[in-house]
T-cell receptor
Framework: GQQVMQIPQYQHVQEGEDFTTYCNSS?????IQWYKQRPGGHPVFLIQ?????EVKKQKRLTFQFGEAKKNSSLHITATQTTDVGTYFC????????????FGTGTRLTIIP | DAGVIQSPRHEVTEMGQEVTLRCKPI?????LFWYRQTMMRGLELLIY????????DSGMPEDRFSAKMPNASFSTLKIQPSEPRDSAVYFC???????????FGEGSRLTVL
């Protein structure tokens, strides 16, 4: 089945530093979504990217979809303690079904 | 508006016992997903339904697992018999067909001793 890899697995940053997580697929994707899961919580939808090369911003978060639609990244500028959690990408393949495969996740911890 | 509702939130049981997890999707959502989350394997899709019909159950680990959706407002995931390796958080999620966002429930944390 489809696999979606994320790196890094863990990231510890000083508060105020930037953070980036990368998501890679071996197959071309229909679209990609990003979710955030707080410790002890459930995944919460952040955004969906559909177009090749698409870039979207949400305040300090910047999301990018690769030109080949096989990779994506999430960048957080000037991290805050509220950014703590695990960030997942989730991909839907090109076969027109609803199946959403989650990446392995990047756990972000912030050093105050 | 109520979100996805799962029960129980926590379950501790002994190996060999039957476990039933329940999910009520958001009203109007016609796609429902069951995921399992563990440290080792991350978030795995077990099965999903469209309009109450199971579409893809390729993620169901083995015959001990079964899922049903008898109507648009209710789904169950059953494990019989349960084993310690089934210990995980089980999430139910729902969405409207042809929209992107998945709405997750708070999960059912299962511990099998």
């Amino acid at each position: 089945g489809q696999q979606v890899m994320q790196i890094p697995q863990y990231q510890h940053v000083q508060e105020g530093e930037d953070f980036t997580t990368y998501c890679n697929s071996s197959t071309t994707l229909s679209n990609i979504q990003w979710y955030k899961q707080r410790p002890g919580g459930h995944p919460v939808f952040l955004i969906q990217l559909v177009k090749s090369g698409e870039v979207k911003k949400q305040k300090r978060l910047t999301f990018q979809f690769g030109e080949a639609k096989k990779n994506s990244s999430l960048h957080i500028t000037a991290t805050q303690t509220t950014d703590v959690g695990t960030y997942f990408c989730a991909a839907r393949d090109n076969f027109g079904n609803e199946k959403l495969t989650f990446g392995t996740g990047t756990r972000l911890t912030i050093i105050p | 508006d109520a979100g996805v509702i799962q029960s129980p939130r926590h379950e501790v049981t002994e190996m060999g016992q039957e476990v039933t997890l329940r999910c009520k999707p958001i009203s109007g959502h016609n796609s429902l997903f069951w995921y399992r989350q563990t440290m080792m394997r991350g978030l795995e899709l077990l099965i999903y339904f469209n309009n109450n019909v199971p579409i893809d159950d390729s993620g169901m680990p083995e015959d001990r697992f079964s899922a049903k959706m008898p109507n648009a407002s209710f789904s169950t995931l059953k494990i019989q018999p349960s084993e310690p390796r089934d210990s995980a958080v089980y999430f139910c999620a729902s969405k409207r067909t042809n929209t992107g966002e998945l709405f997750f429930g708070e999960g059912s944390r299962l511990t099998v001793l």
